[in-house]
């Protein structure tokens, strides 16, 4: 059973790009959720979904950032017009469920650098 | 969620016990407590988590007080391999995965 996969590992836009994260849950798992770190700092959550609904963004900025999961292919997190500020680790996790005793297993993460 | 308290950096021998505290003295009868680790800006990985009882798996064993206003993660015989970042996170029952993530425990394990 593959562990939760994300790509790019490493991604370099230029300011006022667009960056496409891809997150692809463990199997069986229809649950996922975005995280954002900056060095020296712990995980921050941005979101959550379950397959074609977003059900907690209270951690996404308003403007700029979205995601989605779709019926069918890995879960997406889209930064459009990238700046210097958005340059960090993102984090994704999965989980077969959404209860307290149900823990989450996390991808290697997505490293973005603004330039 | 409960906010969590934890020293900022311990060192340990390679081969001992490795005890890392936690303290969450506004913890809810709900709230689960979880411990993750993350190994050099690699993804967070499970370790183990408990509401009340003590748990032990093939990682480690997690020690929570009677009153749960505190915990222990205790590593039985460290390796080098065990140097990370270790978190601890209290988590409300029936909520979406919104983990509260501090700065963590740097743990370096010297041979």
């Known amino acids: 059973n593959a562990g939760v996969m994300q790509n790019p590992r490493h991604l370099v836009r230029r300011r006022g790009q667009e960056a496409r994260l891809r997150c692809s849950p463990m199997k069986g798992h229809s649950h996922v959720y975005w995280y954002r770190q900056l060095p020296e700092e712990g995980l921050k959550f941005m979101v959550y979904l379950q397959k074609e609904n977003i059900i907690d963004e209270s951690g996404m900025p308003k403007e700029r950032f979205s995601a989605e999961f779709p019926k069918e292919g890995p879960s997406i997190l889209r930064i459009q017009q990238v700046v210097r500020g958005d340059s960090a680790a993102y984090f994704c996790?999965?989980?077969?469920?959404?209860?307290?005793?149900?823990?989450?297993?996390f991808g290697q993460g997505t490293r973005l650098t603004v330039v | 969620d409960a906010k969590t308290t934890q020293p900022p950096s311990m060192d340990c021998a390679e081969g001992r016990a490795a005890n890392l505290p936690c303290n969450h003295s506004t913890i809810s009868g709900n709230e689960y407590v979880y411990w993750y680790r993350q190994i050099h800006s690699q993804g967070p990985q499970y370790i183990i988590h408990g509401l009340k009882n003590n748990e032990t798996n093939e990682m480690a064993s997690l020690i929570i007080t009677e009153d749960r206003k505190s915990s222990t993660l205790i590593l039985p015989h460290a390796t080098l391999r065990d140097t990370a970042v270790y978190y601890c996170i209290v988590r409300v029952a029936d909520s979406n995965y919104q983990l509260i993530w501090g700065a963590g425990t740097k743990l370096i394990i010297k041979p």
């Open positions: 996790a999965s989980s077969p469920g959404q209860g307290a005793n149900t823990e989450a297993f």
